[in-house]
């Protein structure tokens, strides 16, 4: 009968051992990559785009809002007013339009605009009744409709760019779906990316260089921008 190579005191003892470190190995393998995660995580929020409220301290200006608009350099985009469908609030006219407060925070919204001033500005709406009404509201007028306004799929970003004439600010009536592929396009975080009920989202588009996001403003805090005379 053959006798065993090691004692069975040395096989009983390191199995075990074995386990063990295979065991450290898998622990610190798992550590490092989810601490690699969180890292890579860390630096994608970190330098993700972002959008600048407007309305806040010094942020219009800073931003050269102003200067860039004075230009012709900015696309203007324009969530529609609130929707007669999906509110308690008294309608404007047919279900698929506006409310009431709706219809009043475009009209607030047309007068900061006339502040910031609508001489080098051409303003379209998507043809859908809630943003004719919103753009109607807006600027005191009928403004023409294109159908592309309404297409709010991954494309929509390079159409804003391709119907952006040079040394005029376009002004966009659109859907929030819009607003929100655009900004997906230009790297903006998940929770950054919002559109109120007629709130703006302002861009600057040079036709130089990369389009850059100027920052957004809520309907009723146009009152809250120093003007273009305090630039």
């Not at 009431?100 to 001033?117: D, F, K």
Request: hydrophobic share 40%; with cysteine.
């Amino acid at each position: 009968m053959a006798h065993a190579r090691y004692p069975v005191s040395v096989l009983t003892t390191k199995a075990p051992r074995q386990l063990g470190l295979d065991r450290t190995f898998l622990k610190r393998l798992m550590f490092s990559v989810v601490l690699l995660a969180l890292l890579t995580a860390l630096a994608w929020v970190l330098t993700a785009t972002r959008v600048i409220d407007l309305a806040v301290a010094d942020n219009a200006t800073q931003s050269k809002l102003y200067t860039e608009w004075a230009r012709g350099n900015v696309v203007l985009m324009i969530r529609h007013g609130e929707r007669c469908d999906r509110s308690a609030n008294p309608c404007l006219g047919s279900p698929d339009g506006i409310t009431l407060n709706g219809s009043q925070t475009a009209a607030a919204v047309g007068l900061g605009l006339r502040r910031l001033g609508l001489d080098n500005a051409r303003l379209v709406a998507s043809p859908l009744t809630r943003t004719q009404q919103t753009a109607d509201f807006i600027s005191g007028r009928i403004v023409p409709t294109q159908s592309w306004i309404e297409d709010c799929d991954s494309g929509f970003k390079d159409a804003v760019l391709a119907h952006k004439k040079p040394l005029e600010n376009l002004v966009l009536i659109t859907h929030s779906g819009c607003i929100d592929h655009f900004q997906r396009k230009m790297g903006v975080i998940a929770w950054q990316r919002d559109s109120a009920y007629t709130q703006a989202f302002f861009v600057k588009v040079d036709g130089k260089q990369a389009p850059r996001i100027i920052g957004s403003l809520d309907a009723m805090d146009w009152g809250k921008l120093p003007g273009p005379q305090s630039n």
